[in-house]
């Protein structure tokens, strides 16, 4: 909005909780465009009484504009903190929704090898089904999808088994793209980076580039710039590693790419001249020439990513070691609907989107069958945008949301149980990692933590609302590190809006801005480094750049508003109504006003679910068996 506000040291004594610019200290200048909640306690630094009390009187006026400025715009997330500044709504998972697809190109029977599944796959039309029957198919290899429009299904997620247990190769049970992006991910091919010279402003979908020789429409690019000391700060030299691999890439930094963690995945429609047309707009607000931003892509990949593919209605049993359920690579708007992958492994996923835009995984259940270990990862990412994980469920799966490398994206309504597999650190569930997420968004989730990890990286703009963070786990045997909410050194600009946080009587202290103190009973743990690490500084960026307002938290056993009332809060920052899903639910499902109904974990369709095996009464707009179905021969 360009409206700027000036503090100065003068206020009067103690007022209370007041409306205050987000974070914005006194003597510091602020926007309209970054307005939160802040307490204001000046005094004045004179010595007559008549100028002392002439700048009290100015600071009460002050402070009712103020007031009555922010009234004028009830709602606590400012619009540069919303993707593309205006928020996410139409902007992640598959466009236009999952197909239904009815025609039925090839139906193969139990039983059916790898290489008769794979053959329907690779010749498939677009927009035709290869249907598997029920029972169980025993795969000596993954299966790949290498087209676009053609979906796996099978007759439900209990119903055909893929048993990968035993196959040849890495990748895991179903990959939708290839891995041609590894060459160059470990050894970047500078002619490929491209100065991004114009259309920085958050929004835009048009860019400039200094050259777009090589460049065509339908490539997916990736767009970075140099680390800023206020969004992605982190050192070069990475004094908090060792800086994961893979994570990202430069050409200063293969593999790593720590120089440049701000990034974004997009996808080129239109080329005139220098200006690149976008499929997305600009996530983030601080994108600007001071920082070299630049674009780049893959030569390896010289057609556009694979499109509008998804596998359904399964699922996929893995050795539970180094083998993945579903993976993404080089894909626009691909899914996973209904599928039920048991497995994972140290530090590998059950759902991977990496160099994706637009994928979509809804409706899943990631489930081990008591093989878990406390490095499993449910649903990973590396370098992915505008994907939806929706209404998905995560019993005994390690960290199931690892959040690494991601932007613009929302998780959503997902249910987390039973997640801690050994005594001491608590799984957080919602784990950041590396790879600098930003400016994602997470909504009704039903989860032990909400956690900004700094170990390997911070994150920026990212906004967690009306979720039910617990504080520990349905397996009560976290030891340390139990706080619903934790926020790093090098998390900058986060929201924190309309949660219910803690459980009575559990967590009563409010926060931590030291250590070690209160592992198992504070609310916010915030600032400092991850995993209790004490000896590093507190970073007071991560505190004054954070909005809170209107959580509520067992440690006060109340709302702590900042400024704003429940019915301030939208219900949702992606949905315009009530999803169909929710059947006689209430929505939203968390509201800090209600907390006991909040906490009742059948409040979601994804935790109704789990509990009672259906989905809830009056649920409509579900996975649906297709109608009018016929076969074509292959």
Not at 87 to 108: E, F, H, K, M, S
Not at 191 to 207: C, D, E, K, M, P
Not at 623 to 629: E, F, K, M, R, V
Request: charge should be neutral; include cysteine.
């Amino acid at each position: 909005m360009n409206i700027k506000t000036f503090i100065r040291s003068v206020s009067c004594r103690k007022l209370g909780r007041l409306v205050m610019l987000s974070g914005i200290k006194v003597g510091q200048t602020a926007f309209a465009s970054d307005v939160g909640p802040l307490e204001l306690a000046c005094r004045p630094a004179v010595r007559s009484p008549l100028l002392a009390w002439s700048m009290k009187l100015a600071c009460l006026v002050f402070l009712g504009l103020a007031l009555s400025f922010v009234a004028r715009a009830s709602d606590p997330l400012p619009a540069a903190r919303k993707s593309g500044g205006v928020g996410w709504a139409g902007r992640v998972g598959v466009p236009g929704g999952i197909p239904n697809r009815t025609t039925i190109y090839a139906n193969l029977p139990a039983g059916a090898t790898a290489s008769s599944i794979q053959s329907a796959l690779d010749s498939c039309p677009s927009n035709q089904v290869v249907q598997l029957a029920a029972g169980t198919y025993t795969l000596s290899s993954k299966l790949r999808i290498n087209r676009s429009g053609v979906t796996l299904r099978g007759a439900g997620m209990k119903k055909t088994i893929l048993d990968i247990s035993n196959a040849s190769g890495s990748g895991g049970g179903v990959q939708i793209g290839t891995d041609d992006w590894y060459n160059e991910w470990t050894s970047p091919n500078s002619s490929l980076h491209r100065n991004w010279t114009g259309g920085y402003a958050q929004g835009s979908t048009v860019i400039t580039v200094s050259d777009v020789s090589g460049l065509s429409v339908g490539k997916i690019i990736l767009m970075d710039q140099n680390n800023d000391q206020d969004t992605s700060v982190v050192s070069d030299t990475n004094p908090d590693g060792p800086y994961v691999n893979l994570e990202y890439t430069s050409v200063a930094h293969p593999n790593f790419g720590y120089d440049r963690a701000q990034t974004q995945v997009n996808m080129v429609t239109a080329i005139n001249g220098n200006n690149v047309t976008l499929s997305e707009p600009v996530y983030m607000p601080n994108w600007n020439a001071a920082n070299n931003p630049q674009i780049w892509w893959f030569s390896a990949y010289s057609n556009p990513p694979w499109k509008f593919s998804g596998v359904e209605d399964l699922k996929i049993v893995t050795s539970h070691n180094d083998q993945e359920g579903v993976t993404f690579r080089y894909t626009y708007a691909c899914w996973a609907k209904n599928v039920w992958v048991s497995g994972g492994g140290a530090h590998d996923a059950y759902f991977f989107p990496l160099l994706s835009l637009r994928t979509e995984i809804r409706h899943c259940l990631l489930d081990p069958e008591g093989h878990q270990s406390i490095d499993d990862y449910g649903i990973r990412t590396i370098a992915a945008s505008g994907i939806l994980v929706e209404d998905n469920i995560g019993n005994g799966c390690g960290t199931m949301i690892m959040d690494n490398g991601v932007s613009g994206s929302v998780y959503a309504y997902n249910y987390m149980t039973n997640l801690q597999t050994q005594s001491g650190q608590m799984t957080a569930g919602i784990y950041s990692h590396g790879g600098f997420p930003n400016m994602n968004l997470y909504e009704g989730n039903y989860a032990p933590k909400w956690d900004r990890n700094s170990q390997w990286n911070g994150s920026a703009y990212e906004t967690c609302f009306r979720n039910r963070l617990v504080g520990d786990d349905e397996t009560p045997i976290s030891t340390v590190q139990n706080e619903p909410v934790e926020i790093n050194a090098t998390n900058r600009h986060h929201s924190v809006i309309g949660n219910v946080l803690g459980i009575t009587g559990t967590h009563t202290v409010y926060e931590v801005t030291n250590c070690p103190q209160n592992e198992t009973t504070r609310i916010y743990y915030l600032g400092l480094r991850s995993q209790g690490d004490c000896g590093s500084p507190f970073d007071p960026a991560t505190y004054t750049t954070l909005i809170r307002a209107g959580n509520w938290d067992a440690a006060t056993r109340g709302i702590v508003s900042n400024g704003y009332t429940p019915s301030d809060l939208p219900n949702s920052y992606y949905l315009t109504s009530k999803p169909a899903y929710f059947g006689n639910l209430n929505w939203p499902p968390v509201d800090p006003s209600n907390p006991t109904y909040s906490s009742s974990r059948t409040n979601i369709p994804a935790a109704y679910r789990f509990i009672f095996g259906v989905d809830p009464p009056g649920a409509s707009n579900l996975p649906a068996p297709p109608s009018n179905l016929r076969v074509v021969s292959p």
